[in-house]
């Protein structure tokens, strides 16, 4: 369907970032991305972006107040505290995203008379993930832990209350881990591991495995994911439901870590235990000179990775003394719905190292 105007809410993040990309070049789509930081690749995608910031409510009514002619949202924005895994139970961090969304689809929704669909990010943390155990697989409507605080639940509720009524309709996706591509995003475990790895590299060193047990995953592709939100934006069947959404595979690092290693130029180290979050800042010097080595567009490590290291350290179970962990969703929902498509985790993985070597965010694997 043409004449869509899409607002995409955290634009710079891992999941705007791809459906920038997902839409841009589109004839009958025009898009307006919002976030603090530039997008990265900005000149190339053809869009209006905004700098704003979704905590001040003053600049978001008068900003948001005037997009009249808005016809789809996609709400990626999201406030992470420094201590980015403790932080996910804070009353802060809950209290601040959801003053975000409100500030946003509050004056929008009285503004956008044509608005048709909006798109909202959740995960697997809506099924207690992150605290706990959960029967498998986690099913949508059924295995929701409302009982575990969570910003989901704010905003999901406000969703739905502000859309009674409205000809408007939502979609609510839950993936699991997202990789993609973007810069100083809280929870991208591409460029942390591309990073730790060229630092390694760089030393003649194989590709230890720094992480714990080594826990049964699922992985989205971001442009996978992308691909997700635009047929939601149109689908009757996406319409006010709840998707899980994966790659259609599971994982396990000890199974991916051979690829990874091939797919940066590397040989598979035995496992050596490291709190990246702890220890790959230290080396920020080393990171440098390998940025001034190879020509790197890629930013400092700080600006680079955000809080990364710190997702990875959770992801790959550093420091746990209990068994294996088990976090899988049923994707039987989405695909009745009518979204079938699937990716290889293994060729993810490739794909991305590929494409940040190409772009010159990571050193080349093979020289």
Same mark, same amino acid.
């Given at each position: ?16 970032? =791809? ?18 930081? !530039? ?69 929008? =929704? ?103 047990? !080594? ?19 149109? =689908? ?17 690092? !000890? ?46 490590? =700080? ?65």
């Amino acid at each position: 369907m043409t004449g869509k105007h899409i607002l995409i809410a955290g634009a710079s993040g891992l999941v705007g970032y =791809a459906v920038l990309k997902h839409f841009a070049g589109q004839p009958g789509v025009r898009l307006t991305g919002v976030s603090r930081r !530039s997008p990265f690749g900005l000149d190339d995608l053809g869009l209006r972006f905004i700098s704003a910031d979704l905590h001040d409510q003053v600049q978001c009514e008068a900003l948001f107040g005037s997009m009249h002619d808005v016809t789809h949202v996609v709400y990626a924005a999201l406030h992470e505290q420094p201590a980015l895994v403790a932080g996910w139970r804070e009353e802060e961090q809950i209290a601040t995203n959801d003053r975000m969304l409100r500030h946003l689809l509050g004056p929008l =929704a009285r503004a956008a008379r044509g608005l048709r669909h909006v798109t909202l990010l959740q995960g697997t943390k809506a099924y207690g993930a992150h605290v706990r155990r959960f029967d498998l697989p986690a099913r949508e409507g059924r295995s929701e832990a409302r009982d575990v605080p969570n910003f989901y639940w704010n905003q999901e509720d406000y969703l739905k209350e502000r859309q009674r009524g409205a000809d408007w309709a939502w979609t609510i996706f839950r993936p699991q881990i997202i990789f993609g591509q973007s810069f100083g995003s809280a929870m991208n475990p591409i460029p942390a591991i591309g990073v730790y790895a060229a630092l390694l590299r760089e030393r003649n060193e194989p590709l230890y495995y720094p992480g714990g047990p !080594s826990n049964v995953l699922e992985a989205v592709d971001a442009d996978l994911l992308a691909r997700a939100i635009a047929w939601a934006g149109e =689908a009757d069947a996406a319409r006010n439901e709840i998707f899980n959404v994966t790659n259609g595979d599971v994982f396990q690092w !000890s199974g991916v870590w051979p690829a990874i290693a091939d797919a940066l130029g590397m040989e598979v180290g035995p496992p050596r235990p490291r709190r990246l979050a702890q220890t790959v800042p230290a080396e920020a010097s080393d990171w440098e000179l390998i940025r001034q080595r190879y020509s790197l567009v890629a930013p400092p490590m =700080a600006d680079y990775l955000g809080a990364s290291l710190q997702y990875l350290d959770y992801l790959m179970a550093y420091g746990a003394r209990t068994g294996e962990k088990i976090s899988v969703v049923s994707t039987v929902k989405i695909r009745q719905a009518g979204f079938g498509e699937v990716m290889d985790t293994e060729a993810m993985f490739r794909k991305w190292f590929k494409l940040f070597e190409e772009q010159k965010l990571l050193p080349p694997g093979r020289r």
